[in-house]
């Protein structure tokens, strides 16, 4: 976690675990801190395991950890996709401060954090269990949930979802942060489907042949983005007679026949 007063956009596309910067902090006299960590700049579709530093953290329901961290942390998970009610009474005056009512919280109602997922931390006497070093904390997410899947062909056409189909991705993030209309992209459900094929592991089981998983910050320019995004799924974004074209290059095969004319 890091402090910025100006954080890049970040997109969480695929599964990741992530932490991120400290969007608001908050001391009390009680010695409580408040914190807000932001993991991804988008509605996120889950937020799964919570660390502290490399140790998963059990939480109950109501946030609250369990454990060794028992009664020092809770962790509120937030997924973006409205203003988190847990917020309210930091827009209001703290009671056990004694501030007259006509004094508001340390944040305002513009404050909402709305299209924003992250964890809502408060720590209570936490320079006792962390020996005054601030806790690292950091999440498994589900990122990035509205993404443009499937294809104009599909039955009822496309859908609307989380996906970690790399080309699929690709697509959401030319049209989501470059501002390209879908009616410029050629059909790309022959490589949407060639990454989802599924593959035999030696240790046994299948897997994904091409997942996307990882993070796309706005100081990262827009060909860097998309040649990553292509080398993900072993293919192309190529702009060819007008519409945007999404390859992935099937896998060569390797093997050679050997014979005494060669």
């Given at each position: 976690n890091f402090?910025?007063?100006i954080p890049y956009r970040r997109i969480l596309y695929g599964e990741a675990r992530v932490g991120g910067?400290?969007?608001?902090?908050?001391?009390?006299?009680?010695?409580?801190?408040?914190?807000?960590?932001?993991?991804?700049s988008t509605l996120v579709e889950s937020i799964g395991d919570i660390y502290i530093n490399d140790d998963i953290v059990p939480i109950d329901g109501n946030g609250?950890?369990?454990g060794t961290y028992a009664n020092v942390v809770?962790?509120?998970?937030?997924?973006?996709?409205a203003s988190p009610a847990i917020l309210t009474p930091l827009r209001q005056k703290f009671i056990h401060e004694g501030i007259d009512d006509s004094v508001g919280g340390p944040i305002s109602d513009t404050d909402n954090f709305v299209g924003i997922a992250g964890l809502y931390v408060v720590l209570r006497r936490w320079s006792r269990k962390f020996s005054g070093e601030q806790p690292e904390f950091s999440a498994v997410v589900q990122g990035f949930n509205t993404i443009l899947t499937g294809s104009l062909s599909d039955p009822g056409g496309y859908g609307f979802g989380y996906s970690s189909n790399p080309v699929e991705c690709a697509r959401a993030y030319m049209v989501n942060v470059m501002g390209i209309p879908i009616s410029r992209?050629?059909?790309?459900?022959?490589?949407?489907?060639?990454?989802?094929?599924?593959v035999a592991l030696k240790a046994g089981g299948t897997e994904k042949r091409y997942t996307c998983n990882g993070l796309v910050l706005a100081d990262q320019t827009h060909e860097e983005v998309l040649e990553a995004f292509a080398n993900s799924f072993a293919g192309a974004i190529r702009y060819v007679g007008g519409r945007w074209v999404i390859t992935s290059k099937p896998t060569e095969d390797l093997s050679t026949v050997v014979s005494e004319d060669k």
């Open positions: 402090r910025d007063p910067p400290i969007l608001f902090a908050h001391s009390e006299p009680n010695n409580e801190v408040h914190l807000f960590i932001a993991l991804s609250d950890a369990t809770t962790v509120h998970r937030i997924l973006g996709d992209f050629a059909d790309a459900s022959a490589a949407i489907a060639y990454c989802d094929e599924l």
